[in-house]
């Protein structure tokens, strides 16, 4: 039997624990205007506030104003949004937030208000850096998409961020409504977004609202959102075994968010408790639910071969989803069904799979509704939900591929696309690449999404010009054996992944870990067509490993995980970071290591493009010896330094030719040099390959006698920054760093290696718990 070496947690050191120090330019960037420029730019924009705020009536005004600020493409990092920022504060902050990259979004809420905007505009002395930072400033325009006669429609107003303005604008949204006698409701996505539910509108009531001030407080007017599903599948003559669970053994439940779950004879006796939804049973059709359980149950032994390795998992129908030819169902509706299920569930189902979508595409500036309401149920809940990326029929027609579905990019979300298992006739797609129907990311703000792939089909079109799908093996609601193809159905795969690892581990459930593990653990194909710098566009990072090769090491390599809460103010420098000296070859430091971080950022709905408000940067690399530092000396705060550190994750430092000759697998399938930069990514993912250093830098920074460390530092938006200030918190991120270290040439003893060096600097480390019923040879 192969060795079965447990993955390991490890903790920080408390000589680890850094202290963030100052610093910084003093010069001016050169788009910082000065002279005649900078004095016309401050005219232009003073005009354009007098335009705006002259051209209202104050006297009966019972809302404020909304005003855009385009800002300079070079002004958009957070060292100048502040100065930006300033010249558009009066006795307060009248920044809403942020709607797309370059745009802040302002409150004016009287005249006098306007005026000392313009008064700030207009001193140029104390204000050339915000007034250079702005382009233009004009009047919000609310997003309004205008649909038949008599529709309802979704109104989402402005988040003041005060409870006394908001329940304000709301009581008069209300008022208003009344007087016209619309019929209305308040949806709850989440504790951020103020939404209302307009009923049958017409294109005459949606002109008056138009044309009333109290519009001035809506941020977007659009047609409410509906949702659909299809399943079209092919009846196959095949035959499979029942299962039931084992009741001796730790047993995890997949709620599965759907149409409802018909208890087939495979299906009986792995449906946990009785079916929960707002429908009667005469309005559940159960047809794409079913299907789903299936996956998650039989999903390898209909496949014939272990392609997750998931035992003992039950299924929760959670019956959400209606039959659309008895009852519509509406994006409002949807999410407080999805709420209510798991309010009532969470306790005891702590992993979630939604393979609905709203069909409406992602926007590139900001978040949809519907993913901010997905996070905010994860975080009240504590739970992970696996959502499909949605599906595209664009190949049909010889089109490009469509943007993910929105949903799809919720932050806190295990986001699934499809991978083609094998090509039939008529089919697109070669094995292991991207199903032709697979939405495409990145997310808005260029997150990366979807954040994994699962087999999930193939199609194409055949000589008639009809659509040809095959792939995915489950059961019909009559309980015979049937094969369709979507990201649908490559997501329960994920789910199951997910239970099958929570089953095995006698952790805490975490969905952190849980996230980290799964992406830590995905690669890529060797026949991969998807050029290298598109492939988060199409398969995120990848396709994961099985519950038993996640979970376990061969002695030729180690995994570690730090799970710890990163406070603003610090960072962790764990300057002993434990390589053995057997990974030493000809004099040279020769491994390969995979580092993900996946981390909580803080999340506000009301920022838009900067929904993630806050982000965590990771370095490894080496150096040469430790110094001491003068502590005595301003803005030194730490007593002891590095000297010539270098972070071995750049891609900078690496050999183009060597890359491009290279055929090992960990080149093909791992190697991931993703430039981060300072964007807010919450997954972030490096694989790299020390034998692909070129000679110049292999000499710098890989002979024998270096040393090496690991860096984590957190930066926040200013936004979140000035909240916590007036709210006198504390902000912090928990995090779930896990680094593998691997000899490239399978010789070296790199597991024993690295336990021995956590001994030797003091490390506290424990083997990941596992389950009593599971039996491991070490």
């Known amino acids: 039997m192969d060795e079965k070496l447990p993955i390991k947690f490890f903790s920080k050191r408390e000589e680890d624990n850094q202290r963030v120090e100052g610093g910084g330019s003093k010069t001016f960037p050169k788009w910082v205007l000065t002279g005649d420029e900078l004095y016309q730019k401050s005219i232009k924009l003073s005009n354009s506030i007098d335009e705006i705020i002259e051209n209202e009536k104050w006297d009966n005004r019972i809302v404020p104003i909304i005003i855009q600020a385009k800002l300079n493409k070079e002004a958009l990092a957070k060292s100048h949004r502040k100065k930006i920022e300033n010249i558009f504060f009066t006795t307060k902050s009248n920044i809403l937030g942020i709607s797309e990259e370059d745009t802040l979004i302002i409150h004016v809420d009287s005249k006098d208000e306007g005026a000392k905007i ?52 709301q009581m008069n949204f209300e008022k208003f409504l009344k007087s016209r006698n619309i019929e209305y409701s308040k949806t709850n996505y989440a504790r951020s977004l103020i939404i209302y539910k307009l009923c049958n509108i017409s294109h005459l009531v949606l002109d008056e609202i138009k044309n009333n001030t109290i519009f001035d407080l809506t941020e977007e007017f659009i047609p409410m959102p509906s949702i659909s599903l299809d399943l079209d599948s092919v009846t196959l003559e095949r035959r499979i075994t029942n299962k039931t669970y084992n009741k001796e053994n730790k047993s995890e439940i997949v709620g599965v968010l759907d149409n409802g779950i018909i208890p087939i004879s495979p299906l009986k006796n792995l449906i946990y408790n009785k079916r929960e939804s707002p429908y009667p049973d005469d309005f559940i059709l159960g047809n794409h639910g079913t299907f789903i359980a299936g996956i998650i149950t039989y999903g390898d032994e209909l496949q014939g071969e272990e392609i997750v390795g998931a035992k003992n998992i039950r299924v929760f129908d959670a019956a959400i989803f209606p039959d659309l030819e008895k009852e519509k169902i509406e994006e409002d509706e949807l999410i407080e069904n999805i709420r209510e299920v798991i309010k009532n569930n969470h306790k005891k189902i702590k992993i979630w799979n939604l ?294 994750l ?80 504390q902000l912090s991120q928990e995090f779930c760093l896990i680094i593998t270290i691997k000899d490239s040439t399978y010789q070296s003893n790199v597991y024993n290696g690295v336990t021995q060096k956590l001994d030797e600097y003091n490390f506290w480390h424990n083997n990941i718990k596992i389950s009593e019923n599971i039996k491991i040879n070490i």
């Open 355 to 648: 393979s609905i979508s709203i069909t409406r595409e992602i926007s590139e500036q900001k978040f949809s509704d519907f993913a901010i309401a997905l996070d905010d149920i994860q975080d009240q809940y504590n739970i992970l939900i696996c959502k499909s990326a949605g599906n595209c029929t664009n190949f049909a027609q010889n089109k490009v591929l469509g943007r993910l579905h929105e949903g799809a990019d919720s932050i806190r979300s295990l986001v699934v696309g499809s991978i083609a298992f094998e090509k039939n006739k008529d089919e697109i797609s070669e094995p292991n690449n991207p199903s032709p129907f697979s939405r495409r990311g990145p997310g808005p703000a260029y997150v990366i999404k979807p954040d994994i792939v699962h087999f999930g089909g193939n199609a194409g079109v055949n000589s008639l010009g009809n659509i040809v799908k095959s792939g995915v093996k489950s059961f019909s609601e009559k309980g015979e054996i049937v094969q369709n193809a979507g990201t649908s159905f490559s997501t329960p795969r994920v789910a199951a992944l997910a239970a099958g690892l929570s089953n095995e581990m006698a952790e805490e459930f975490d969905p952190l870990l849980l996230k980290g593990l799964i992406i830590h653990s995905a690669n890529y194909s060797n026949n991969l067509e998807v050029p290298e710098f598109e492939r988060t566009k199409y398969l995120g990072f990848g396709l994961p490993d099985t519950v038993r090769n996640i979970l376990y090491n061969s002695p030729t390599e180690a995994t570690l995980i730090l799970r710890d809460i990163l406070q603003k103010g610090e960072f962790i420098d764990i300057k002993d970071f434990p390589i053995p000296e057997c990974l030493i070859k000809d004099n040279y430091y020769n491994f390969q290591v995979i580092v993900t971080l996946v981390y909580d950022p803080i999340l506000d709905a009301t920022q838009g493009f900067e929904y993630c408000q806050s982000n965590i940067d990771v370095k490894f690399g080496s150096y040469d010896e430790k110094i001491p530092r003068d502590t005595t000396k301003n803005c030194i705060l730490n007593p002891v330094g590095r000297s010539n550190a270098k972070n071995v």
């Open 650 to 729: 750049s891609s900078g430092l690496y050999s183009k030719v060597k890359m491009k000759d290279s055929s090992k697998d960990f080149a093909l399938k791992e190697r991931m040099l993703i430039q981060y930069g300072d964007k807010y990514y919450p997954v972030k993912k490096y694989a790299v390959d020390l034998a692909e250093l070129t000679e110049k830098n292999k000499l710098k920074y890989a002979t024998s006698n270096k040393k090496w460390y690991l860096t984590l530092e957190n930066t926040y938006r200013t936004n979140i920054e000035e909240k916590a200030s007036c709210e006198g918190r």
């Open 118 to 169: 313009k008064k700030n505009i207009l001193d140029i002395e104390r204000n050339f850096y915000g007034i250079s930072g702005v382009e233009d400033v004009i009047k919000y325009i609310p997003i309004i998409e205008e649909e038949n006669n008599f529709s309802n429609y979704k109104v989402k107003l402005f988040n003041f961020n005060d409870y006394s303005i908001n329940k304000t604008n």
